[in-house]
């Protein structure tokens, strides 16, 4: 498994950026995939959730109703959809995907990363 994020950049607060993970190998269509960030000094967090079909998605109380997580399962792609951004979502954004198919917050049951992107909200 292959995955690559993108879509980071630097926006202004209240505008909005969708992040992309691609699995290049086209093995994730069976797991569950996981947004993560990590800001300067602090540990990684997960952000948002998704299974493999798409039908089940989880968020981080701090963006709940901000970012929106899906899949195109044709293009094995996976989306962070993030609107209203804060100065504190601010960090490098990974992608990763599970070990299982459902969905899962927990770090340690993730397998793949990707590479992160940076984003960067201004005030």
């Known amino acids: 498994v292959q995955l690559q994020a993108s879509g980071g950049g630097l926006v202004q607060a209240g505008g909005s950026l969708r992040l992309s993970c691609a699995d290049s190998?086209?093995?994730?269509?069976?797991?569950?995939v996981g947004w993560f960030r990590q800001a300067p000094g602090k540990e990684r967090e997960i952000v948002a959730a998704?299974?493999?079909?798409?039908?089940?998605?989880t968020y981080a109380d701090s963006v709940k109703g901000r970012f929106t997580i899906s899949r195109d399962k044709s293009r094995n792609t996976v989306y962070l959809q993030m609107d209203s951004l804060k100065p504190e979502d601010t960090a490098v954004y990974y992608c990763?995907?599970?070990?299982?198919?459902?969905?899962?917050?927990?770090?340690?049951?993730?397998?793949?990363w990707g590479r992160g992107t940076q984003v960067t909200v201004s005030s």
């Open positions: 990763a995907s599970a070990r299982g198919s459902a969905t899962t917050t927990r770090i340690e049951s993730y397998q793949y």
């Open positions: 190998r086209r093995t994730f269509s069976n797991n569950g």
């Open positions: 998704i299974d493999w079909r798409g039908g089940s998605t």
